[in-house]
């Protein structure tokens, strides 16, 4: 399968909201996903099929001050394993280049390997943990960064 990532679109909000309800616990709204969307301090893109079209991922990330936070990324749960989250954070690392920022940060709960091992692959290293972080079932969150060092964009350092 060939993967287009590309910025998001309103039109875009329907399939982000299915895969959201089937990736996470506490799904986000349709109203934060639309304040994302318009925020100029966001970048909201999406991993599309080249064929067909269809959504298969998407990520928001914002800046805050000096650095770049992940909000959301996910795949969906049927095309899981196939590069789709690399391609889209590496994606955000192109976008983002040169822009002298601090880097990149993210929480993510302490018991998703498979998340944590990718973003460790992609320069990610953690920093510390907020307890009691994820309100579905206070799950603790770890948090990671990533330097923004020019010679590291889209390649682990």
């Known amino acids: 399968m060939s ?22 616990p506490t799904p986000w709204s349709r109203s934060m996903f639309a304040g994302e969307l318009a925020k100029p301090s966001s970048i909201c893109v999406g991993a599309f099929d080249s064929e067909t079209g269809r959504l298969l991922g998407y990520l928001i990330i914002s800046r805050y001050v000096d650095a770049w936070h992940v909000m959301n990324v996910a795949v969906d749960p049927d095309e899981r394993r196939q590069g789709i989250a690399t391609a889209l954070l590496r994606r955000l690392f192109e976008l983002t280049a040169g822009q002298d920022r601090r880097g990149y940060t993210l ?6 390997a498979a998340a944590i091992r990718l973003y460790e692959r992609l320069g990610f290293r ?27 964009v889209g390649d682990p350092p």
């Open 3 to 24: 993967v287009e990532v590309r910025p998001l679109t309103g039109r875009d909000l329907g399939a982000v909201e299915t895969i959201e309800g089937r990736s996470y």
């Open 107 to 112: 929480e993510v709960r302490v018991s998703n």
């Open 126 to 152: 953690s920093r510390g943990v907020r307890p009691g972080y994820y309100t579905d079932n206070r799950e603790d969150a770890l948090i990671m960064w990533r330097d923004a060092a020019p010679e590291a």
